[in-house]
């Protein structure tokens, strides 16, 4: 068992449709990123939060320390929200992992128009 | 949010030489830097931390004399991939940070598409 777990792997969403992605992680951490990958490449830092709730735009990321939960939503979808997410948590204080990402599998999100 | 740059984006190289990627902070200093391969269809894999001044911190697995990484100031580093092969071949990104505590974000490069032929 991974120590990020995202779900769902793959989604499919019509223009408009609100939609959650889940990350559940199992390690200690001191902050965790939601992060967005085209297909070209290139990641872009969403957010960073270590406790409750951040919103920019469309999205907003949640976070539940006492059950090691955090989602991201994007509410009105767009076809241009068609990316990679990806969940990274940020390894607690101490230790050699101290400030380490370690990253979740990724949610494939496709928006059709 | 804070900007970083790669150079190349894309390189295309023969079997046997080495190939220096670039890793840029733009509009801040990065006491850390850290650099990362991604497969297809896989996720990040973290090579390497690299602190402004001092040696690198190489993962379990990856070879320091094959992956070399310098970080000479707070808004360079770099990693040069010394007598590349096919299996080398990957997408590299690099972070920057100016730190590692929680409050310290990690602010990514566009990446490096290395093809070895």
């Known amino acids: 068992k991974n120590e990020v777990e995202q779900s769902p792997q793959n989604l499919t969403a019509q223009e408009g449709e609100f939609i959650t992605i889940n990350c559940s992680y199992s390690?200690?951490?001191?902050?965790l990123h939601w992060l967005q990958q085209h297909p070209g490449g290139g990641i872009v830092s969403l957010f960073m939060l270590s406790s409750g709730k951040k919103k920019h735009g469309r999205l907003i990321a949640t976070i539940n320390i006492q059950e090691k939960h955090s989602s991201l939503h994007i509410t009105a979808s767009h076809p241009r929200d068609s990316a990679v997410y990806i969940c990274a948590a940020k390894a607690n204080a101490g230790g050699t992992s101290y400030g380490k990402l370690t990253f979740g599998q990724g949610t494939i999100l496709t928006v059709h128009p | 949010g804070a900007v970083v740059s790669q150079h190349p984006s894309w390189v295309i190289c023969k079997s046997g030489t080495s190939v220096k990627i670039e890793c840029r902070s733009l509009d801040f200093q990065a006491t850390t830097m850290f650099w990362y391969r991604q497969f297809p269809k896989q996720s990040l894999m973290l090579m390497a931390t690299?602190?402004?001044?001092?040696?690198?911190?190489?993962e379990q697995g990856v070879e320091k004399d094959k992956f070399l990484i310098n970080h000479a100031s707070l808004t360079l580093s770099t990693l040069t991939v010394t007598s590349a092969h096919p299996e080398d071949s990957s997408f590299y990104i690099c972070?920057?940070?100016?730190?590692?505590?929680?409050?310290?974000?990690?602010?990514f490069g566009p990446g490096t598409r290395l093809t070895v032929l």
């Open positions: 390690v200690g951490i001191s902050a």
């Open positions: 690299s602190n402004e001044g001092s040696k690198a911190t190489y």
């Open positions: 972070s920057a940070s100016n730190g590692v505590h929680y409050y310290n974000e990690q602010f």
